[in-house]
């Protein structure tokens, strides 16, 4: 993902009218250099993120004849409109793991829906640390094999990616495939009507034995 900028003016007023005219201010950190403030358009940023939704991919911004290999730090969105009105670019060298997050994709046709159940997400995206060279788009998830009342947890995942961390526990859910909750009432109570009937049966019992 390409994306041209041009070095802008700081300040709230410059932002404001940059946002006004379809602009967004950003900002690029990186090593070894101050922070340059940016300004993207923000119908060209939008339809090139919007292209690679879904994927934890590299953003390559050309600033005054350069290019600089970057990863989204942080994206401010307005609370009402939910337009972006600023980005943070944070520049990734060769050699230097980063930590970001990755989108969860589910693959496979999983036998515990057909028979009733649904999905319960416990996690929609994984923090990872790796190197750059080594940064996935994704990270697939095979249901093929869940039954109701299964789940995959980080543990089961982890030799996938030979090179890549998870940075969550072992033990932490990822996805599990359970009864829709009506159908769980309809078996609690299923359950508690045979206990009932085992607990009149054993008190006839009783009440025989002592007549």
Do not use: W
């Not at 730090?73 to 943070?88: A, T, V, Y």
């Not at 829709?180 to 009440?207: I, L, M, N």
Request: glycine content about 6%.
């Amino acid at each position: 993902m390409k994306i041209n900028t041009e070095i802008r003016n700081t300040g709230k007023k410059e932002a404001k009218k940059l946002r006004d005219n379809e602009k967004i201010p950003a900002i690029l950190y990186g090593k070894g250099f101050e922070s340059i403030p940016l300004v993207l358009d923000y119908k060209e940023f939008v339809h090139s993120h919007k292209e690679s939704a879904g994927h934890q991919s590299f953003i390559f911004l050309k600033v005054n004849g350069k290019e600089y290999r970057t990863l989204i730090k942080e994206m401010q969105l307005d609370p009402l409109s939910r337009k972006i009105i600023h980005i943070d670019f944070k520049e990734i060298y060769s050699g230097q793991e980063i930590e970001v997050k990755i989108p969860i994709k589910l693959v496979g046709d999983c036998p515990g829906l057909i028979e009733g159940g649904i999905f319960e997400m416990h996690l929609r995206e994984l923090e990872i640390k790796c190197l750059p060279k080594d940064l996935p788009d994704s990270f697939e998830v095979d249901v093929s094999k869940l039954q109701i009342g299964d789940s995959i947890h980080v543990e089961d995942l982890l030799e996938q990616l030979p090179n890549v961390k998870i940075l969550h526990p072992p033990l932490t859910p990822i996805i599990s495939v359970i009864l829709p909750k009506a159908e769980k009432v309809e078996v609690a109570e299923e359950v508690e009507e045979v206990v009932e009937e085992e607990v009149e049966e054993e008190a006839k019992k009783e009440t025989e034995k002592t007549e």
